[in-house]
T-cell receptor, first 113, second 114 residues
């Protein structure tokens, strides 16, 4: 069966510090991968999605970036965090082509102070 | 453009009451997919159901049922005999036939009290 992992689970970082959140998927090959952000009490905002290694699309211009160095690894980064980057970050995967639902990881709660 | 509207921000019910969560969608595509997700307090989104645009048959799974009506562009979710464990935020989402992205509604927070 497929499993998706995210770490860290929680993170408190000062403004201006770098960020690296990692997501890995097990039990499937060539998944589509997604990063979402959920601000407190708000809906989900798609940040990035990837259909393959080094194939990443950005949905929202911001100071975040994403990379996919391996087939089942998706990394969300920032060189300098802003207060507005605080939120709950969710990674998700979906099957290649003909599976439609996305499956989400446990999330990372980021607080920028 | 695609859009999902969940007009109910928060609903409070007492255990054993039935509750319906509304979802209205907009799309120009003839082939699309609709989803419901549950987000418990732990934060992880849990997939509940997918419905294809060409299948309007309603579905029942235990205490959960879904009513898909293309004529009104709605995909409503009913919980029968609600339980405290049903307390969560519920999201409706839409995906068109050819693209992988999901468009989420803003969610409905359901609070079931004993």
């Amino acid at each position: 069966s497929q499993t998706i992992h995210q770490w860290p689970a929680t993170l408190v970082q000062p403004v201006g510090s770098p960020l690296s959140l990692e997501c890995t998927v097990e039990g499937t090959s060539n998944p589509n991968l997604y990063w979402y952000r959920q601000a407190a009490g708000r809906g989900l905002q798609l940040l990035f999605y990837s259909i393959g290694i080094d194939q990443i699309s950005s949905e929202v211009p911001q100071n975040l970036s994403a990379s996919r160095p391996q087939d089942r690894q998706f990394i969300l980064s920032s060189k300098k965090l802003l207060l507005s980057d605080s939120g709950f970050y969710l990674c998700a995967w979906s099957g290649y082509r003909n599976t439609y639902e996305q499956y989400f990881g446990p999330g990372t709660r980021l607080t920028v102070t | 453009a695609q859009k999902v509207t969940q007009a109910q921000t928060e609903i409070s019910v007492v255990e054993k009451e039935d509750v319906t969560l509304d979802c209205v969608y907009e799309t120009r595509d003839t082939t699309y997919y609709l989803f419901w997700y549950k987000q418990p307090p732990s934060g992880e989104l849990v997939f509940l159901i997918r419905r294809n645009s060409f299948d309007e048959q309603n579905e029942i799974s235990g205490r959960y049922s879904w009513n898909f009506q293309k004529s009104t562009s709605s995909f409503n979710f009913t919980i029968t005999a609600s339980q405290v464990v049903d307390s969560a935020v519920y999201f409706c989402a839409l995906r068109n036939g050819s693209f992988q992205k999901l468009v989420f509604g803003t969610g409905t927070r359901l609070l079931v009290s004993p």
